[in-house]
């Protein structure tokens, strides 16, 4: 309990022997600064029992009591997380006993011998002098460490090998261990990029601090994380180096941000299409007309003319009227479906081409998992995705991998192929209309596919390396209704 000043101190005294208590506590009555109440006890365990009702504001303790120490009682308070200032009263000098004492927690002692109450009240001033600014300490330490815990970022110290001191849970949950397995580890040695990671801890020697560095956690799980990170190096009292490390996550904010991209350049090219639709239809219409016209009079082979010009006319607008389909997005009915089904479903349809190939299908797809979706539409969205992944791969070497993932906020369908890949440029351009790589392919399976998928709220994320293969995320949102 913190004292203040013009308040009653109680005061426990500690002693086997009914004497010494007396003379003690007539040398307290004599302290003329402080108002003490004072009550004796004369055993260990009394005391201890004493202890916990908490209503004391120090101890004065002695140093024998019976099988027992003042210095055990010391000990034995604090781990019974008693929290009272003790101050130990020894039989006679010995250095070994005080010492020992001090470092079991006494805040102070005194000899018999020379108790007088100048000594007292100072012994006394002392250790409530201390208790007060030990509890300042302990007052902040708990506000940083809550900050620590409570953070949303990840947070680490580390010893000068680099190895875990003290890590909190938003770090755990990111490197995926129990707490137990990372203390004591060394830190770069929990990430597959450890080498990179070490680099990185070790740039902080040079420049003493490191300032929202971005870089990428390649977890051990095969997992990444993309954040800033922020090091500092101190030195502890001792003047040995420890590291503090802060680690923002921004792996979800660059997808949103990708998918974000992905979704403007789609809207600009909506409107692109939609002016040189309207530009081209118009001219096309007088054409059409006009060859009707010119229909009524008589030339030789005016016919066969006419009728390649009028052919080829409707060809432009047939196809132009396609490219407009394949951006329009209808007033889709979006129902709770199961999305095992569903990708079963369209799965039928592509059954031949995956056989004509000798492509391996693995799936992974929880039986439950419902979304909401238009059935039909999105069926055909999907197909693009598989038939494009079927036509990536090689004869006999493809393995295509169907994966339904339930997360936080999302249900991510993600679709793998080990084919040809793209490269930067290509993955750019991917849902551009007429955008393809393929002798006899149109290049509108994917941009049609958008439109669709942006009508279920879905993101695209795209992972792909050339040569290895390509990997498509579409995450559904996750509702409730
Ligand atoms: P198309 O299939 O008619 O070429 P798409 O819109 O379906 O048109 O696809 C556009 C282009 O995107 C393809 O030509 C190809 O270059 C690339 N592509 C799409 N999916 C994949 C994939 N899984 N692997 C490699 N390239 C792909
Ligand atoms: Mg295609």
């Given at each position: 309990m913190l004292v203040t000043a013009g308040q009653t101190f109680n005061i426990l005294v500690v002693d086997d022997d009914e004497d010494d208590f007396f003379i003690t506590s007539s040398l307290l009555a004599e302290v003329s600064e402080y108002d003490f109440k004072v009550s004796w006890c004369p055993s260990y365990k009394g005391a201890l029992a004493q202890l916990q009702?908490?209503?004391?504001?120090?101890v004065l303790a002695d140093y024998r009591l019976g099988g027992k120490t003042g210095a055990d009682l010391i000990e034995e308070a604090i781990q019974n997380g008693i929290d009272i200032p003790i101050i130990l009263l020894t039989g006679k000098g010995n250095v070994e006993i005080d010492k020992n004492a001090m470092d079991r927690g006494a805040y102070d002692y005194l000899l018999k011998s020379d108790i007088n109450p100048q000594s007292l009240e100072r012994s006394i001033r002392y250790a409530f002098t201390r208790y007060k600014s030990l509890k300042a300490v302990q007052k902040s330490e708990n506000k940083y460490r809550a900050m620590f815990e409570n953070s949303k970022d990840a947070m680490f110290t580390l010893n000068e090998k680099l190895e875990v001191v003290d890590i909190n849970d938003v770090a755990i949950t990111i490197i995926g261990l129990e707490k137990t397995q990372v203390t004591?580890?060394?830190?770069?040695?929990?990430?597959?990029n450890e080498i990179e990671i070490k680099e990185i801890l070790l740039e902080v020697d040079e420049y003493n601090e490191l300032i929202d560095e971005e870089i990428m956690l390649q977890i051990l799980d095969g997992n990444e994380r993309q954040g800033l990170l922020t090091l500092t190096c101190e030195k502890d009292a001792e003047a040995k180096r420890y590291y503090q490390g802060v680690f923002h996550d921004i792996t979800e904010l660059k997808k949103a941000e990708q998918s974000n991209l992905l979704a403007e350049k789609f809207e600009a090219t909506q409107r692109f299409v939609k002016m040189l639709a309207h530009e081209i239809r118009n001219p096309l219409n007088n054409i059409l007309l006009s060859i009707d016209n010119l229909n009524t009079f008589d030339y030789s082979n005016k016919d066969v003319y006419i009728d390649i010009v009028k052919r080829n006319s409707l060809r432009i607008n047939d196809l132009i009227g396609k490219l407009l389909e394949s951006f329009k997005i209808v007033d889709i009915e979006l129902e709770r479906v199961n999305f095992k089904d569903l990708i079963q479903d369209a799965l039928v349809s592509i059954y031949d081409r995956l056989t004509l190939k000798g492509v391996v299908m693995k799936k992974q797809i929880n039986e439950l998992v419902t979304i909401k979706a238009d059935e039909e539409r999105l069926k055909l969205a999907l197909v693009n995705f598989f038939v494009n992944a079927i036509e990536a791969m090689e004869e006999n070497k493809g393995i295509l991998l169907i994966t339904v993932v339930e997360k936080q906020s999302t249900i991510d369908l993600i679709i793998r192929d080990n084919g040809c890949g793209m490269d930067e440029s290509q993955q750019q351009r991917l849902f551009e209309p007429y955008f393809t790589t393929k002798k006899t392919g149109v290049g509108l399976g994917l941009s049609s596919a958008m439109a669709i998928l942006r009508s279920h709220n879905a993101t695209v994320e795209i992972e792909s390396e050339v040569n290895k293969g390509t990997a498509f995320t579409i995450g559904f949102p996750k509702s409730k209704f």
């Open positions: 009702t908490n209503l004391y504001n120090l004591g580890e060394a830190f770069y040695k929990l990430f597959k």
